[in-house]
């Protein structure tokens, strides 16, 4: 049985203008692949919105490209930069092969509405909140795969980004103050409802800024469904996918990002819901684990109290929840799965606050 991700029929409201993308690719993509290119979409996934894109090369062979566009609707321009994810995986699969290698970008908005690009598809197993049926991670299993989970994280922030054409992919200096008041900007203007702790929470971390270390090359959402296991081996990660927020900053905020989405079996109820990954099954070990994992490889990095970066990763999710939901209710996404997003945003700024006033993570 495989485990890969599955297609589903394109949802209504994201439907691509087919017509003109397979001229386009047929033109762009001469010699490499002929048509007729066959278009479905991956259902899951928050932000921009992804494709499967299947084709055959002339000599037969079916190639399977994925297609990266940003979602409709879209009022944040610079949070769904299709040309910038594009250099950054142009400059980061020679030496990251775990990087998706890209393709083609098209910035005309003619051919489908928005620039997007195409990358080659990583097969393999991605692990969702619920596992697919017939699926099973055996308890021993966990420790192997979070060692390898952060393995590959520590693997990113050790890259010399400076060597490999990223020097000037982001402006590290000052970066943990910008991400804060820029965070807290984008809320105030996808606000829709009153949530006390979000600017509670804000007031907090601008008044906590930390000295941050050496930059790194960050992910910024990194977790486990972003990740691609080799079916053969659970425990090896063969992929890292959605790098529309990479940039060069703190690792640590990295670190904190992991750490919010790591959802343990003793988490109140409300966070429960909240999980991106089989992180709360039994044998998983917790966030403290993981960040002593991560301290043990990087000795000198991790300060004694990551409480800064965990609340922070915790506002920074519930103010892209809160973005979301306010393209949802301003009708411009028809995703019933986006009405819910509000609890979303309630529940992490919660725990946020929760985490302030107890110390822990």
């Known amino acids: 049985m495989s485990f890969e991700d599955r297609t589903k029929a394109i949802r209504a409201g994201e439907e691509l203008d087919t017509t003109k993308l397979e001229a386009h690719l047929t033109r ?14 991956f259902p899951s996934g928050h932000s921009n919105l992804t494709y499967l894109v299947r084709a055959r090369s002339p000599d037969g062979q079916e190639r399977e490209l994925v297609l990266r566009r940003p979602p409709f609707g879209n009022r944040v321009k610079s949070a769904h930069d299709m040309g910038r994810e594009h250099r950054v995986l142009s400059a980061l699969h020679p030496v990251f092969p775990k990087a998706p290698r890209p393709v083609l970008f098209v ?5 489908i509405g928005a620039p997007f690009y195409l990358m080659e598809r990583i097969p393999g197993i991605i692990l969702r909140r ?19 989970f952060v393995d590959t994280l520590v693997e990113l922030h050790e890259l010399p980004y400076e060597k490999i054409g990223l020097e000037a992919f982001g402006k590290p200096s000052g970066y943990v103050e ?5 965070w807290t900007k984008r809320y105030a203007d996808a606000k829709t409802d009153d949530v006390p702790d979000v600017e509670k929470v804000a007031a907090w971390l601008a008044e906590h800024l930390p000295v941050s270390p050496r930059p790194s090359l960050i992910h910024n959402d990194f977790k486990y469904d972003n990740l691609v296991l080799d079916p053969a081996d659970k425990a090896r990660i063969v992929g890292v996918l959605d790098w529309e927020m990479a940039t060069v900053g ?10 919010s989405y790591w959802v343990e079996a003793t988490d109140p109820a409300p966070i429960q819901s909240y999980t991106f990954g089989p992180t709360n099954l039994p044998g998983s070990p917790t966030r403290r684990d993981v960040l002593a994992r991560y301290a043990a490889r990087r000795p000198g990095i991790v300060p004694d ?37 509000i609890f979303g945003v309630r529940i992490l700024a919660a725990n946020a606050a929760e985490s302030i006033e107890t110390g822990t993570i």
């Open 28 to 41: 762009e993509l001469a010699g490499k692949l002929e048509p007729p290119f066959v278009v479905e979409q």
């Open 107 to 111: 910035e005309d908005e003619a051919v």
């Open 130 to 148: 619920k596992l697919q049926a017939g699926f099973s991670l055996e308890p021993v299993m966990h420790s192997a795969l979070v060692d390898a």
């Open 178 to 182: 910008r991400q804060v008041s820029g």
């Open 250 to 259: 703190d690792p640590l905020m990295d670190l904190g990002t992991a750490l």
């Open 305 to 341: 109290d990551m409480r800064f970066y965990y609340v922070f990763a915790l506002f920074k999710n519930a103010v892209v929840a809160q973005q979301i939901y306010a393209r949802f209710k301003r009708g411009a996404t028809k995703d019933e799965r986006f009405a819910a997003l």
